[in-house]
């Protein structure tokens, strides 16, 4: 045998090792979950999601609700405004122009305008009652449209209430005038007919004078000064009536003592 051989078999002998029979081969897969867990996770999940939905429907419930109160308690308000704006309007003027008759104006239907406005029924308040937000919207809806009635009637009854003054002050006015032209025309014809049959003519002078300033006002639009105008001319009428009585009383006087004087003689 040849000694390189042998040693060369040597060599391959001397690397060939033996597996230790003692060593743990690594595991090949993880540690299996128990099938009841994942379940267990999905149910607690599910249970966050019903109760952050719940949470989160009260928030927006309560917010909803809120935001309904707050509208309804401003509709009452305006309600309230509006309402008394026309409760005032119906116990002041309104009412005074109630009080004024037909043949008191010019034109009588301004009068009957008024009684038909008169005999509008107000709608009756609720206010804000419901408890929830769906009753607060439908409240706030009526409120809205009672608001509205109120706003409606006061401009039409405020409307009516001024054509029975304009119509009222227009029939003073004309009244006014009628009297002072016919009182113009008696002293007109007083101061030509007394000429020469007055005791003192200062009196004619002052009739002549009040037709003058009555003259200056019979086309104005102040009754009360149209009137304080016939006043003036009504006395100084009554001036000259007594001053011609004192004359024609005077003039007998002396009639009579000149009948007696001859007379006696």
Do not use: F
Request: aromatic residues 2%; proline residues 3%; contains cysteine.
């Amino acid at each position: 045998m040849n000694p390189e051989n042998e040693n060369d078999k040597m060599e391959i002998l001397e690397t060939v090792e033996t597996p230790a029979k003692n060593i743990t081969e690594p595991s090949t897969g993880e540690r299996k979950r128990p099938k009841w867990l994942l379940p267990l996770i999905a149910a607690i999940c599910a249970v966050v999601l019903v109760v952050a939905g719940i949470i989160g429907w009260n928030t927006y419930s309560g917010a909803k609700l809120a935001q309904a109160k707050e509208t309804c308690a401003a509709a009452a308000d305006t309600v309230r405004n509006n309402a008394n704006e026309y409760n005032a309007l119906l116990n002041g003027d309104a009412a005074d122009a109630a009080a004024v008759k037909a043949e008191q104006v010019e034109d009588s239907k301004t009068v009957e305008s008024l009684g038909k406005e008169l005999k509008a029924m107000a709608p009756e308040y609720e206010g804000c009652v419901a408890e929830d937000a769906q009753g607060l919207d439908a409240a706030t809806v009526k409120l809205n449209e009672q608001a509205d009635w109120y706003g409606t009637h006061e401009k039409s009854l405020s409307k009516a209430v001024r054509a029975v003054t304009e119509s009222k002050a227009a029939k003073r006015l004309e009244t006014a005038k009628t009297n002072l032209t016919a009182k113009l025309d008696e002293a007109s014809r007083l101061l030509a007919d007394s000429d020469g049959k007055v005791a003192d003519n200062a009196t004619r002078d002052a009739l002549s004078n009040a037709i003058d300033a009555a003259n200056g006002l019979k086309d104005g639009n102040d009754p009360a000064k149209i009137d304080g105008a016939r006043k003036t001319v009504e006395d100084a009428i009554n001036g000259v009536n007594a001053s011609v009585q004192a004359k024609t009383d005077a003039d007998a006087q002396a009639a009579a003592a000149a009948a007696q004087a001859q007379a006696q003689a």
